[in-house]
């Protein structure tokens, strides 16, 4: 698995609300703001990152509900390699500072 | 929340680039109805929504750019180039037409001087007769002396058979100041540079005018002001064909 730059946090939350299954904006939304209050998103944040996620074939739509009001997203193969990846990062970080002392307040 | 914002959204969705919001537009309004119905009471709601398309169209209008500079990267660097064409070839008229304005003064500075210490020291001052600079076409040097209430004391130049004054307000800050160096226009079609100095005598006080007619300075400066606009042209013609054929033979290398 070839080294990639690490996501933006709204791209993490994205593919983390992904990761179970496909959702439509406002569920990613939602979900995203459960996980992770800090990284907030608007519909226009989640929707410019959901075009570059498309574009860099992290994510792919996957349709629209009948009323064709709400489109669907799902998390592709390579949106679940950078997942996994992130994570590996996020780990090593939170042990480099454990290492040093410092003990954010998480819980794995 | 208030059907007015709503309006307001669905309108201020315009600043987003046209590709972007022809795709995203009534997901992004769906979306945002989903979340108002999640926080219906929230105050801030509209607040962030709004925040949140205003952050949005300065990324997604940012990033179009960036893709339109990188598919056509020799234009943009022409138009770079253009507009810093622009600046230094309108500067350097800016600075020339100063400089030429500024020397338009001369000698007019040296002959107020003088003509001002010799009113200063007069007893009597006589009349030269009939003033031989014609203001309307003469391109030489003039004096005109006025007493402390403008009423001119000796002249050798006229406005069509008339010894003109200026303005009360070109005195009364020679008076303050001691001197007032200016551009009038005593008619339409003529532009003097004159030079006015306040002096104080025995016999005597008021004020020299010292000016000469603008025109040639004006030759100069319409002569620099075309050659800025010219070079700038010829500059962005160059810089257009350049760009013109550094990309086609970037299609052509393409291709091959």
Redesign the interface.
Known sequence: MSEKPSLSPAVFSILLALVDGEK???AI??ESAAQAPST?????????SL?RMVADGLAEETGTTDDE???YYRITRAGREALTQEATRLRSALSALRRKGVRPEVTI | MNPLLWKLYRGALILLPAAFRQQYADQILQTARDAAMGHPAALLFPFSLFSDLALTACRENARMLGKQISRHPFFYQALCLSIVAFVLAFGGYAVMHLTIRHSANQPQRQMADDAARMYSIADRVTVTGAPRVELSHSLEPFTIAYDENGKVINSDAALNGVVPAPPAGVFAYARQYGSNELTWQPRRDVRLAIVVRHFTGAHYSGFVLVGRSLATAEQGEMIARWAALLGWIAIVVLLTLSASFFSWMEGRQRTA
């Open positions: 439509h904006g406002y939304m939602k907030k998103m608007g519909p226009g944040t989640l929707y410019g075009d009001r709400r489109r």
